[in-house]
Nanobody, 116 residues
């Protein structure tokens, strides 16, 4: 069974940085797309960033220029470097992988809280 394990969330002040990591356990599968979503209290889950196997990336407009997504395909790991954090970035962040063999896999979520 494939699982995603996230780490790196926490409480920071506005303007500071955090780096999230998400690693997939298991074997026998490939991953085409890795991404991050977030869900703030009382709001719907929203797209943050994605990275494809060829390393092309996409970002939500609200994080472009502040967040950077990267991946280590050999380790089945995706990272989200978050700089210049704002209080409105406060949310539970979820990683997600798409595997042609398995489909979509979601992590359990990690809390990011940015104080003003």
């Amino acid at each position: 069974q494939v699982q995603l394990v996230e780490s790196g969330g926490g409480l920071v002040q506005a303007g500071e940085s955090l780096r999230l990591s998400c690693a997939a356990s298991g074997s026998g599968f490939s991953i085409s797309v890795m991404g991050w979503y977030r869900q703030a209290p009382g709001k719907q889950r929203e797209f943050v960033a994605s990275i494809y196997s060829g390393s092309s990336t996409n970002y939500a407009g609200s994080v472009k220029g502040r967040f950077t997504i990267s991946r280590d395909s050999a380790k089945n790991t995706v990272y989200l470097q978050m700089n210049s954090l704002k209080p409105e970035d406060t949310a539970v962040y979820y990683c997600t992988f798409h595997s042609p063999q398995i489909g979509d896999i979601w992590g359990q979520g990690t809390q990011v809280t940015v104080s003003s």
